[in-house]
Structures are given as structure tokens and as C-alpha cells.
């Protein structure tokens, strides 16, 4: 499964298929592990996991839990996150599921570790 790591420490995100030859891997309990050499265990408090939901933005963009949206129609924002076992776009405080037809709609504008100011953001 595609993920990508968010570092709180120094504020950036790792991608799994990072160049770097540095690989990253989780487990059933969502523990975190780097690969470069020897296998390490990281720190859960400094490091957070982003999975892959499966699905692409309008724009062909790869969606993340944890993604920040923008419904291309009425231009509502709002944010893809994990509910009732599924991935949804929260927007609006209304749930909806996350699928193919859904995900054409929305346009992948940030994510909530690095733009959470957009989250504030009401249209007038």
C-alpha cells in the first residue's frame, strides 16, 4: 500500500518511493519502519503516517488521508479522512463516501500537517 510520512520534527513529508533507496515499511499496528541498511523502528511521536486512499484528484493528483480538498464545483473545502472504515471528503461537516465519481470532484489543495490555515478558509 502507497503512504507517505509526515516528520514533525523537521516538517516535511517522506514519500515510500522516495529515490533516496531508503525504504519504509509499516505493520498491522501502525508502527513505522526504516529501511536503509538495518531495519529501525521510528519514533510514533515524531512521525505520522498519510495512506494512499486509492483514488486521484480531477487533476490526476494522488489522494492522501489527511489531504486538504477543494470541491471544484461549489468550491467548498474541506478534508479526506477516515471514517466508518472508509476514506471520505469531510467538507462542510457532511461525510461523504470516497470513490471514483467523488474523487473527480475535488482538487487536492494541501494537507492538514503543512495548511491547516486552509482549513479556516470560508467562502463569503
Not at 510520512?5 to 531508503?22: E, L, R, T, V
Not at 464545483?73 to 479526506?80: A, F, K, P, S
Not at 474523487?103 to 479556516?120: M, P
Amino acid at each position: 500500500m502507497k503512504f507517505r510520512i509526515y516528520d514533525k520534527m523537521n516538517k516535511i513529508f517522506i514519500y515510500d518511493d522516495d529515490a533516496s533507496g531508503i525504504k519504509f515499511l509499516t505493520d498491522s499496528k501502525g508502527n513505522i519502519f526504516k529501511f536503509d541498511h538495518h531495519l529501525e523502528m521510528l519514533d510514533s511521536n515524531q512521525y505520522l503516517i498519510s495512506y494512499h486512499t486509492g483514488f486521484f484528484d480531477e487533476c490526476g493528483k494522488a489522494i492522501f488521508n489527511g489531504d486538504i480538498v477543494k470541491d471544484i464545483i461549489d468550491e467548498e473545502i474541506g478534508y479526506i479522512g477516515n471514517r466508518y472504515g472508509e476514506y471520505r471528503a469531510i467538507i462542510d461537516n457532511v461525510s461523504i463516501r470516497l470513490d471514483p465519481d467523488c474523487a473527480d470532484y475535488l482538487e487536492v489543495i494541501g494537507n492538514i500537517y503543512e495548511n491547516k490555515e486552509f482549513l479556516s478558509i470560508k467562502e463569503e
